[in-house]
């Protein structure tokens, strides 16, 4: 059976996600999420007082963390835009010291979203 991420509510601005790690249901508030990562069948989840690893796929986080709030900058990453600090070339830094590179296809789109 599919482990399920996320139980999507009618509320069209979801504002939380319960996720499986280590076997209890964590909350996680969207707006606290830094960004999240693909690490094969995982998903590592960071906010600025934790880091979550849940099976999961970036994929199927992707119709969660979604524009205006949040962005695919990469086939492993989403981020926060709220949460970029900086943009040198094809790098983004966030708040937290954390750079994460942007695919190239990807950087037009971002930083219309940054309106850069």
Do not use: C, H, W
């Not at 509320?11 to 280590?22: A, W």
């Not at 960071?46 to 990469?74: C, G, H, W």
């Amino acid at each position: 059976p599919k482990t399920k991420t996320a139980a999507p509510e009618n509320d069209s601005s979801l504002e939380r996600i319960f996720i499986k790690v280590n076997g209890k249901l964590v909350k996680v508030i969207l707006d606290d999420i830094l960004y999240a990562e693909a690490l094969g069948d995982y998903l590592k989840i960071v906010t600025a007082a934790e880091t979550y690893t849940t099976l999961a796929t970036l994929k199927s986080m992707e119709d969660i963390l979604v524009a205006p709030n949040f962005f695919r900058v990469q086939r492993s990453f989403i981020v926060k835009l709220t949460s970029i600090k900086s943009v040198s070339g094809n790098v983004i830094e966030l708040n937290n010291g954390k750079s994460i590179t942007i695919a190239l296809n990807k950087k037009e789109e971002l930083f219309n979203l940054l309106r850069i």
